[in-house]
């Protein structure tokens, strides 16, 4: 299971998934990876936690908090926790550096934050 690229963390990772750059601490699922199965990342064995839905991405490498996310060479956002490798790699531990990234649970808050202490019509 030899990924396409040419540098030693590269040499051992599982066909189902894809490495864009050498540089890259992520890596794109090519198809779905159920929790419980043990896929080959940067040449280390990782039992996945959770399942990973193809397209989306995992780490290759132990991320900390505040680290960026590279995908295609290139910065992709920054990790709001610690993130470890295998680790399925979304909107519930990174942040976009570029755009706000919006979700469900983000506009709950801060809706509950901006009505906290408002009148109500009785």
Sequence with gaps: MKSSGTSEANRETDNRLIVLAPQDNVAVVREAISAGET??????QIVMADRVAAGHKIARQD???GDRILKYGAPIGSATCPIRIGDHVHLHNIKSDYTHTHSLD?????????????????
């Design 39 to 44: 896929v080959a990342v940067s040449g280390r």
């Design 106 to 122: 983000e506009a709950r808050i801060r809706h509950e934050k901006n009505s906290r202490g408002r009148a109500r019509d009785v």
């Design 63 to 65: 991320i900390g908090k």
